[in-house]
């Protein structure tokens, strides 16, 4: 299975604190991405890293990508109690179009 | 912002019943997708959709699921006996496709589906 496994299932942390989600994968990708989930609702796309990229930036986001490890780290940088939510990394495998979700991070961010 | 809808949001229905779930998909994207996810649990693919055929679908979707684009905006994916595992959070996604490999899925805010 493609699918990745994202560690911790759940963090809790204060608000303004960093807070790191890690995702692990089995098999080549194309590239990997970052989608949010709050609680009941559809997911949200954060940032994609593409597989010959290492790094990206998107406001308080950092993506991180090792494809010899296959896996990847989500950091937000000074949490706030909106980014309470379900982080999950998604792969999408060369050549195919759908993805692959990982079993998601719940992130709780206390004010 | 173009946004995926899907309808309904919520249906109860009895074991052994069809239920079709409804989702307009944004208009130039090409690709078309339906996941779910059991409560509190992951994100499951089922089938992918594009050019009017399945083009990938998944082992959890068998001979009870069906998907089908009967006009130009409707997407509707077809269960056809449900059964009590089946409830779950339906949710339909849609994408431009697969230009310079990044398929960006933005996802509708889900049906739930309750079988009893």
């Known amino acids: 299975s493609q699918q990745g496994e994202e560690d911790p299932q759940a963090l809790s942390i204060q608000e303004g604190e960093n807070a790191t989600m890690n995702c692990s994968y089995k098999?080549?990708?194309?590239?990997l991405q970052w989608y949010r989930q709050n609680s009941g609702r559809g997911l949200v796309h954060l940032i994609l890293?593409?597989?010959?990229?290492r790094e990206k930036h998107s406001g308080r986001l950092r993506v991180t990508l090792d494809t010899s490890k296959k896996s990847s780290s989500l950091l937000i940088t000074a949490s706030r109690a909106a980014d309470t939510a379900s982080y999950f990394c998604a792969t999408a495998e060369t050549g195919a179009n759908n993805l692959f979700f990982g079993t998601g991070t719940r992130l709780t961010v206390i004010p | 912002e173009p946004e995926v809808t899907q309808t309904p949001s919520h249906q109860v229905t009895q074991m052994g019943q069809e239920v079709i779930l409804r989702c307009v998909p944004i208009?130039?994207?090409?690709?078309f997708y339906w996941y779910r996810q059991i409560l509190g649990q992951k994100v499951e693919f089922l089938v992918s959709f594009y050019n009017n055929e399945i083009s990938e679908k998944s082992e959890i979707f068998d001979d009870q699921f069906s998907v089908e684009r009967p006009d130009g905006s409707n997407f509707t994916l077809k269960i056809r006996s449900t059964k009590l595992e089946d409830s779950a959070m339906y949710f339909c996604?849609?994408?431009?496709?697969?230009?310079?490999?990044?398929?960006?899925?933005?996802f509708g805010a889900g049906s739930r589906l309750t079988v009893l």
């Open positions: 996604a849609s994408s431009v496709g697969r230009s310079s490999g990044a398929n960006v899925l933005t």
């Open positions: 208009s130039n994207h090409l690709y």
């Open positions: 098999t080549s990708i194309n590239n």
């Open positions: 890293i593409r597989s010959n990229e």
